[in-house]
């Protein structure tokens, strides 16, 4: 029974604007062209997705390959790069400047000069993933990395840890909650841009099939685009909270009941 | 000879003309100021003696065991571990910390295994090892525990299995006992005495309580602060085991002998140093 009136609480908000949304258009309070009722919008959903020749899925299927595509070259640079940094001074010294320089530089104000690189196909948009994500990675995984408890540090030290097995065993796990944390704004940000960027220069994704549903008046498919994206970052985020939880159970909360 | 050394033949550590000194930059302008931690600090410990270190704060104590342990240099003098010159951490020294310094995120047995994994022990000897000292803090029933999932005490039994199970030859133990309410403390006190007499290790124990130093050690060395110097030494001759011992004339006497020294209400024991630190 609990759980029930949780669930209530938590979702009541959620189901009284889907119920506007359905029932505002149909009255004709707001122009079902410009809002279509929800239920229209879903059997839209459906039908490009499971009908005819399931129109939707190649557009997720891309914007899922360039969102985790640079995504994980994120998480492949930003991490290492961060435990490095975070470590030893004078990587600090020499990296941290530029790192503060480029993550200021916002990643649409490059995506033209990745255009003018990599041309209009996969890489620029994997490239602009990459860019917003990076730094979310790369500065959380810094701080993770000079929070570590210096005590723990000295502990394996004195059990004859060289600088290898302290970064391994102590540091890296030690920051994996902080890098949790960049891994899922990194995420969030990841998503944004990708979908900016596919509905400025891309022939295909949902970004591209948002704004190119408006051009062609299709409504319903430009808001079944929307819901896509939201749903895609909704799983994202949901996979990577089960990842952290698994990963730093053994961080005490305060969040408890 | 001084009166921190001994002359015996089993004599396990020996400390000659330490000092250590920290540059310290002031706040304003670049001058720099010396702040001098150690200061001519020599001492001889014998093989399996617990001795207890006391003094008020900033006498260097803490400076001490970090250099005991390797983990920090001496600008001068040095500290012979059987006759061979401390340099670095090894695994000939254990250490055991007021703050646990227990590994989060490792169980209670994979924490306890940490030193074994750096000597690089297969895992099925790494295992029996671990069962063994768990056995020996009582704690093998909470071998799968996580560090979060225990009390004060029982992490400070974890730390202390962690660091005997690599089978060091030395104990260094920072204020372990410090951050313990007045009964845990004393069970573990009780716990350690039992556990040295099981495992013979040299202990070196840095305490700010004189109560502490006195049921624990074989001798209790007083420091003085500013700059951390060796004011006194006390053998501790009372009767082991020590059950009850608190309640004799003896160990009345001794508290305020040593309190006195800590306090500095008698004069310090002359200390000789000679030039070639023998």
Known sequence: MEWIMKFIKKSALIFLILALWEILPSLKIIRPSLLPPFSDVLITWFQLIFLGKHELIPDILISLQRALLGFGFALLIGVPLGLLIGYFKSFSDVFSPLVHICRQIPALALFPVFILFFGIEETSKVTIVFWVSVWDILLNTISGVQHTDLLLIKAARSMGADTERILASVVLPGAVPALMTGLRLGAGSAIKALVAAEMIGAKAGLGFQVINSQYNFQISKMYVSILSIALIGIILNFILEIIEKKLTFWKPTINEE | ?278
């Not at chain 2, 706040?27 to 006391?54: H, P, W, Y």
């Not at chain 2, 845990?184 to 290790?201: C, F, G, M, N, V």
């Open chain 2, 1 to 278: 000879m001084s009166i921190g050394q001994i002359a015996d033949k089993s004599v396990k550590i020996s400390v000659r003309g330490l000092n250590k000194c920290f540059t310290c930059k002031r706040e304003k302008g670049n001058n720099m100021r010396q702040f001098v931690a150690l200061k001519d600090f020599s001492l001889d410990v014998r093989e399996s003696e617990f001795l207890s270190i006391v003094g008020p704060s900033g006498c260097g104590k803490s400076t001490f065991l970090d250099l005991l342990s390797g983990l920090a240099e001496p600008t001068s003098g040095g500290i012979y571990i059987d006759g061979k010159k401390v340099e670095g951490p090894a695994l000939d020294r254990g250490i055991v910390m007021q703050g646990y310094a227990l590994f989060p995120w490792r169980s209670v047995r994979k924490n306890v295994e940490y030193g074994l994994e750096v000597k690089g022990i297969p895992k099925q000897e790494r295992r029996e090892i671990s069962q063994k000292f768990l056995e020996l803090v009582g704690l093998s029933e909470f071998a799968e525990r996580y560090p979060y999932e225990l009390s004060g005490g029982m992490k400070q039994r974890v730390a202390i299995a962690r660091a005997l199970a690599y089978d060091p030859e030395v104990l260094l133990m920072d204020e372990p006992f410090g951050a313990l309410d007045a009964q845990t403390r004393e069970i573990l006190q009780d716990e350690l005495l039992r556990i040295w007499a099981a495992t013979q290790k040299t202990i070196i124990f840095v305490t700010h309580s004189i109560d502490e130093a006195i049921y624990l050690s074989d001798r209790v060395v007083v420091l003085s602060a500013n700059p951390g110097t060796l004011r006194d030494i006390f053998p501790i001759e009372l009767r082991r085991p020590r059950d009850g011992v608190r309640l004799t004339p003896d160990y009345v006497e001794l508290t305020r002998r040593i309190a006195d020294s800590l306090h500095g209400k008698t004069p310090p024991s002359q200390i000789i140093h000679n030039g070639d630190g023998i």
